[in-house]
């Protein structure tokens, strides 16, 4: 028995061996199916270089077929995952110095992780892909999408809860259906709780002014607000106006009612 019990020691010491050398070297590739998975197929990691624990990649749209995997943002990803995930804790950091405000630091277990403060650009030209009325307004400017400190956390239900605040900024925004140029600045402010997140759109500054609010619950999005046309823009901004909602009256004002819902 006492000769027993040395082989299944040493057999475990063995496989405990092989599990680690195995886990080190680990390709960093193995990571895009795992984010092709949890974005619903809408994203994946394009030229992934490096190894699980510490690896670079851009991020891409998942690609349909033979077609080949295009960047939606510039530069590389590159991120650092301690091996103390094997034993529940997570210590990872991920940086990208041409979106990045600052290396974003994620901290936790396997069930629930912090996020360090950061922001990150992102191209406004990509707005039109959310369909109507943004694919005729083709907008562009700058967006810079930043959160505080947020704590993310597994569910019952097998989806993850948010707690924090996130703000994407709408900077200098123009579309090729104005002469106006820009249009504005907004914020577009998010108060994530759980697995909703309370919206309120206001303006920064600019020619046309936007406001409103709205939520996200369950996937699902409901706004309701209103745009129009700073004091002495009203007719250069009349054409896009009437693209965007019907006219209605609020306090002995034209404004245009802005309602989207999915």
């Known amino acids: ?6 082989v299944l020691v040493w057999a475990a010491v063995a496989l405990l061996s092989a599990l680690v050398t195995v886990s080190v070297f680990l390709p960093a590739a193995w990571l895009a199916p795992l984010l092709e998975s949890r974005t ?13 624990w510490r690896g670079s990649a851009f991020i891409g ?7 080949a995997v295009t960047a939606l943002l510039p530069g590389r990803f590159a991120w650092r995952l301690s091996p103390l995930v094997l034993l529940g804790r997570v210590d990872a950091t991920l940086e990208n110095a041409q979106v990045l405000s600052a290396e974003v630091s994620i901290r936790g277990n396997w069930s629930a ?4 403060p950061a922001s990150m650009v992102l191209p406004a030209e990509r707005l039109a892909a959310l369909g109507a009325p943004l694919n005729t307004l083709q907008p562009s400017g700058k967006m810079q999408l930043g959160w505080q400190p947020l704590t993310v956390a ?29 249009l504005g600045s907004y914020r577009l402010r998010f108060d994530w709780q759980g697995r909703q997140a ?65």
Do not use: Y
Request: proline share 2%; no cysteine; aromatic share 4%.
């Open 1 to 6: 028995m006492r000769g027993l019990g040395r």
């Open 40 to 52: 619903g197929g809408r994203l994946t990691l394009g030229d992934a270089q490096g190894s699980l």
């Open 61 to 67: 749209a998942a690609p349909s077929g033979k077609d």
């Open 113 to 116: 992780w912090s996020i360090s």
């Open 154 to 182: 597994r569910n019952s239900a097998g989806g993850v809860d948010v707690n924090g605040v996130m703000t994407l900024d709408l900077l200098a925004m123009a579309s090729r259906l104005s002469p106006v140029k820009p």
């Open 198 to 262: 309370g919206l309120a759109l206001s303006t920064l500054g600019g020619a046309m002014l936007l406001n409103g609010s709205g939520k996200l619950q369950g996937g699902r999005f409901q706004f309701s607000g209103t745009a129009e046309a700073a004091a002495g823009q009203e007719e250069k901004l009349a054409t896009l106006l009437s693209l965007l909602g019907q006219r209605r009256q609020v306090n002995g004002r034209n404004v245009i009612g802005l309602e989207f819902k999915s």
